[in-house]
């Protein structure tokens, strides 16, 4: 069965105010972007042991770490090139410490409207080839709002062409909403590439305008769980809330969600969706 988690900056920068709250709606992990306002490709190894430690001391653990992983125009030259590498390097190091299976990845920043998938997995080829996953670490590509693989089909594109067995799909179908490529992904886009999801990000957006509460926007949730869930999915939901009760995020605070203002008006809202989700689950699991 689908296991549920946060992410935890969607809460709050207090690690121990996440743990709390994912511990009083059940939740079983808390995936890991911002903490104490330091990005998540910031952390050190002595900061990132520290955040095992104390999921372990809450029981929980982390479902995923997501740092901004080739997320940013392709690089055009060595020295750039580097830099990407260094950043997907020390994120699936930090992976193996907090003792997660997943390392968010995109697929580039679109250079332009049109995402161009096949052309993007050949800079990201030349990025892996030069990266060595730990043990147990795989790479899930998010469908980005901005980046080159904005829905389902355009992942699929993106990894036929990278041929690398390493990584499958973080399905961010709210993202596919958002970035005005599909309006409606489920069920046509989800069809298309359902195979090769490993990993959701849940939140609910209405149209391109922004995202509201769980349950209130364009997708239709218990719907995608089912079929999920007859899919023999049984990976991580985790919530991305994205909704904050008085306020809409900023595009910067979208596109570089660490820090204060990222969680600012988080814990109010996500306690709202996280009951949510829990009750679809709980609703599905008493219907199989």
Known sequence: MMRLSILSDEISQDLGVAIKTAQQFGFA???????DNIAPHQFDDVMVRSIRNRLDDGGLVASAFCPPALKCLAPSDPGAETAVV?????????????????VRIFSFYRDGEVPHPRQAAEVARRVLARVDLPAGVRLVLETGTRSNTPTLAHAREFLTALDDDRIGVLWDPGNTVFSGFDSHPFPGDFEVGADLIRHVHVKDPRSTTGYVGLGDGDLPWPEILRALDERGFDGWLTLETHWRQDRELTGKERDEPWGAGISDGGQAASAICMRVLSGWLDELRVSR
């Open 29 to 35: 992990g808390l995936e890991i972007r911002s903490v």
């Open 86 to 102: 260094d950043v997907l390097r020390r994120a699936v190091d930090h992976a193996a410490i907090l003792g997660t299976g997943a």
